[in-house]
């Protein structure tokens, strides 16, 4: 073996830690929002619950522009793309720093810097999904690297909520101050990640930069590919239902569970995320150290059920700390669900168009959250938080029958998955060539 040989796995597992370092910090700062903007709404403005639901939408649309976001990540040097995105995502914090310090802070500013946040981040999550590939070695199933690239996102966002929970005893302005610094870090850190060689980024330096209309076919493609393959498009529809209520759930529901029944601020809505995150830490950490369950499909259908049974019993309105527990639970069994589907998808999507697949599933899995949020939002201010909460496990029981049913979901076994699973297709041979392949590809189990 020569030097430069024996130097290269080093040098891949060396910008797998770099990459999952700056993932760390990303979540980190960018989760601080999800626990600071509705505290904003729900605490520091005092809105009514159809305020709450109202703006938590309107930050949740411009996410839908995720389409774009992958359609755009394909063809580009991701390490450098994606560290200009993350140092954007500083300019709202600013801007609401700006206006916390100035005692201008009011319900449209709030919204205005969530929804620019909002807007950035439709174009750093496929870009940071893509990526998890290119740093993935030859030969390493993808499972494994999407189970610890989920840990670490967690534990970001673990470290985030934390943070953020001291919002009630020191203010924003701190908060904001430290939030600015872990996405500057981030920025730094995967600016520094070298993608390994392979047929998806094989050429990305020479490609064009693209035009409006080549994104918007970029993004048909992306949507004939899911319809056109049962497990992609099994797996978004599923997700895309299913995140009406769980999402709502999260932004909408539990910040007004604290205010409303706990009686609590920053603190308890945090340790309601938090405990979510140390869950879903868990599972994802556990999965990327054992062997992958072969079984996926059945896996993540008997799991599902979970979020129900959490909701039905907080419904019934509990203790603080038993609540902080079924939230943990939910955590350990959605985290288990995340990365069943996350690999699926990963798994199926072709290479050379894998930021747009994985756009679509994205954008699948945020697609309920504003009809979601707004619902949520009006059905608690008519019929109150506790009574609510029972619209969530009534739909996941539906969901969980309806695909059952309807869906081969149950068969879905492990694809035989690692990073590069196809050959780029020859130019010119279109659409089709793209085309993932179907359940044809060896199943696992």
């Not at 040989?5 to 980190?28: D, I, K, M, N, Y």
């Not at 950490?285 to 896996?299: A, E, V």
Request: charged share 10%.
């Amino acid at each position: 073996m020569t030097g430069a040989a024996a130097q290269q796995p080093e040098t891949q597992r060396t910008s797998s830690r770099v990459f999952f370092a700056g993932q760390w910090c990303h979540f980190a700062g960018a989760s601080m929002m999800g626990v600071l903007f509705p505290w904003i709404l729900a605490q520091k403005l005092n809105l009514g619950a159809d305020l709450v639901g109202l703006g938590q939408m309107l930050v949740q649309v411009p996410m839908l522009l995720i389409l774009f976001g992958g359609a755009t990540a394909d063809g580009q040097h991701l390490p450098s793309y994606l560290a200009r995105l993350q140092l954007m995502l500083t300019v709202p914090a600013l801007a609401l720093a700006a206006a916390t310090a100035s005692g201008a802070l009011t319900f449209e500013i709030a919204v205005l810097c969530g929804v620019v946040t909002s807007i950035i981040g439709a174009f750093v999550l496929p870009a940071r999904d893509s990526l998890i590939a290119d740093v993935t070695p030859p030969g390493t199933a993808i499972t494994l690297m999407v189970a610890a690239a989920t840990s670490a996102m967690f534990a970001g966002q673990m470290t985030g909520f934390a943070i953020a929970a001291a919002a009630s005893y020191t203010g924003l302005l701190p908060l904001l101050f430290i939030q600015i610094v872990l996405l500057a870090g981030s920025a730094i850190l995967t600016s520094r990640v070298a993608p390994h060689a392979g047929p998806s980024r094989a050429d990305t330096r020479a490609k064009p930069r693209r035009s409006i209309g080549q994104l918007l076919k970029d993004i048909r493609e992306g949507l004939t590919i899911v319809a056109a393959h049962e497990r992609l498009r099994t797996l978004t529809l599923l997700v895309s239902l299913a995140s009406l209520a769980n999402n709502a759930a999260f932004i909408v529901g539990l910040p007004l569970l604290v205010r409303d029944v706990y009686r609590g601020g920053s603190l308890e809505q945090a340790i309601l995320f938090v405990a979510f995150m140390v869950g879903t830490t868990l599972s994802t950490g556990y999965l990327s150290r054992r062997k992958p369950i072969d079984q996926q499909g059945r896996t993540m259908m008997i799991l599902f059920l979970n979020g129900a049974i959490v909701f039905a019993c907080i419904h019934l309105g509990p203790p603080f700390w038993v609540t902080a527990l079924l939230i943990l639970s939910w955590g350990l069994t959605a985290g288990v669900g995340m990365v069943m589907s996350r690999s699926m998808i990963q798994a199926a999507a072709p290479p050379l168009v894998r930021g747009r697949v994985l756009s679509v599933f994205q954008m699948a899995q945020m697609l309920g959250s504003p009809i979601g949020a707004l619902l949520l939002g009006l059905i608690i201010h008519a019929l109150g938080i506790l009574n609510a909460l029972l619209v969530v496990p009534i739909w996941i029981v539906l969901l969980w029958g309806g695909f059952s049913l309807f869906t081969p979901i149950w068969r879905f076994h492990r694809l035989e998955e690692h990073a590069n699973p196809a050959p780029a297709p020859q130019p010119g041979s279109g659409i089709a060539a793209l085309a993932p392949p179907g359940e044809e590809r060896r199943e696992i189990g």
